[in-house]
């Protein structure tokens, strides 16, 4: 590092103006690699949507062949279904899925924001919502603040502690508090049933099973990323 230095005095070059220009770099490849995943990903999104669907048609049909040898519309869309949640689930363990918030809405200007007293909570809390794992949108993705998890995409990118990582772990203050995406923005934590945060909301009572389920396998979570955010929302 002190040899760099040295040479940057005798050439004149300024740390600074180098700097600055190597951070513009890396943010254009950064966004243009970006923006190339996100198409990527589009595409075989797509293909194996159709797939899966053709998928559980077809084992719908040949169990129902087996068991009765009768084919009724109804039968196969009800057992069709059925299979598809079983397909689905091992495609989501599996770790190669793609998560993405479906459907999706305009951040800037999303009609369910959640209406929480934040700040009286978080000593107690902790943020633990901060640690539920979610699917950015498109917009999200292609606005380029809130950062995904590349092995993941796009479920939002997370710290080793599990914590959201644009998270202040001082304050619990989100970074990109005006960027947040949709789920942030909806989620309620006064009654929801899926993630019930609070035993007691009124009484600021913590639900421990939750917090013992998000520190013992966090994975299991994934599970539920895919979700439709105003879910959330209107679970007031």
């Not at 966004?31 to 996100?38: A, I, M, V």
């Not at 995409?153 to 947040?180: M, Q, S």
């Not at 909301?201 to 389920?213: F, G, R, S, T, V």
């Amino acid at each position: 590092m002190t040899k760099i230095n040295n040479l940057l005095e005798k050439t004149g070059i300024e740390k600074e103006s180098l700097n600055g220009e190597f951070n513009a770099i890396v943010s254009k490849i950064l966004n243009e690699l970006s923006s190339g995943l996100l198409y990527t990903h589009t595409r075989v999104n797509a293909n194996t949507r159709k797939t899966m669907e053709s998928a559980s048609f077809l084992y719908a049909l040949i169990e129902l062949l087996e068991e009765k040898g009768i084919i009724s519309i109804k039968e196969l869309d009800d057992r069709k279904i059925k299979v598809a949640e079983r397909l689905v689930k091992k495609f989501v363990e599996s770790g190669i899925g793609l998560m993405y918030q479906d459907p999706e809405y305009d951040k800037y200007n999303f009609e369910h924001e959640a209406n929480i007293d934040c700040k009286s909570r978080l000593s107690i809390c902790k943020a633990m919502c901060c640690r539920f794992p979610f699917a950015l949108s498109r917009q999200d993705v292609e606005e380029g603040i809130v950062r995904w998890d590349f092995g993941k995409p796009y479920l939002v990118a997370r710290d080793d502690d599990g914590y959201c990582i644009h998270l202040d772990r001082e304050t619990y203050k989100c970074k990109v508090y005006e960027n947040r995406p949709v789920p942030c923005r909806g989620f309620n934590c006064k009654d929801n049933e899926k993630w019930k945060v609070w035993l007691d909301y009124d009484k600021k009572i913590i639900n421990p099973e939750l917090i013992e389920k998000i520190n013992r396998n966090g994975e299991e979570l994934y599970s539920y990323s895919k979700v439709n955010p105003t879910e959330k929302a209107k679970e007031k």
